[in-house]
């Protein structure tokens, strides 16, 4: 079975500092790595995915995330951080070349305090 | 940019009674999601669809639960008779064909209360 952890519910960190929202997870084979980010009353928007190749994945808005196979890990982060970044961020991830849907983590809350 | 859209997105209901959630997922997707998010918690899945017919569905969704692509556009998720315990948030989302590696785009959800 599929699983994500995020270990950390809330995260805070003060404007123009760098940010980590930590995900690990568990997969059979190789894994296919998802962050979305969820604003307040609205559905989930997809940040950045990790398929294959180079390990550190950019996506939308300035985040980026690292895959790290050894430690299991798909930590996202943003080297300054923004008081609209604050949101709630989930990883999510499904097996390579199946059809099972993802599996998300609990969510980690972001703020990013002025 | 196309998304998805939901309606209503907030629906009160009394317990017991049956819930239509309606999803137009985008045009050119074909593969297509129901998830919820009870309040404060994770979101869970609940069922896929492609090709007219149900895909993979989770433990969550029992015989209460059913969906339907009934014209082409639309996608819905009924609850025969709800419970409580059914209140939170459901999304609808959906995603092109491929290697199940392209993302989902998730409608904005709706609020079921179930009172």
């Known amino acids: 079975a599929q699983s994500v952890a995020q270990p950390e519910d809330q995260v805070n960190v003060a404007e123009g500092n760098p940010l980590t929202v930590k995900c690990t997870y568990s997969v059979s084979g190789n894994p296919y790595l998802f962050w979305y980010v969820q604003y307040p009353n609205r559905g989930l928007q997809f940040l950045l995915k990790y398929i294959t190749g180079d390990n550190l994945v950019k996506g939308s808005y300035g985040f980026e995330a690292e895959f790290n196979k050894s430690q299991t890990s798909f930590h996202l982060k943003k080297p300054s951080a923004l008081v609209s970044d604050s949101a709630l961020y989930f990883c999510a991830v499904k097996p390579t070349g199946s059809a099972r849907q993802l599996t998300f983590g609990s969510g980690t809350q972001l703020t990013v305090l002025p | 940019e196309p998304e998805v859209t939901q309606t209503p997105s907030h629906q009160v209901t009394q317990m017991g009674q049956e819930v239509i959630l309606r999803c137009v997922p985008i045009?050119?997707?074909?593969?297509f999601y129901w998830y919820r998010q009870i309040l404060g918690q994770k979101v869970e899945f609940l069922v896929s669809?492609?090709?007219?017919?149900?895909?993979?569905k989770s433990e969550i969704f029992d015989d209460q639960f059913s969906v339907e692509r009934p014209d082409g556009s639309n996608f819905t998720l009924k609850i025969r008779s709800t419970k409580l315990e059914d209140s939170a948030m459901y999304f609808c989302?959906?995603?092109?064909?491929?290697?199940?590696?392209?993302?989902?785009?998730f409608g904005n959800g709706t609020r079921l209360t179930v009172t």
């Open positions: 045009s050119n997707h074909l593969y």
């Open positions: 989302a959906s995603r092109v064909m491929g290697q199940g590696d392209s993302p989902l785009h």
């Open positions: 669809f492609y090709n007219n017919e149900i895909s993979e």
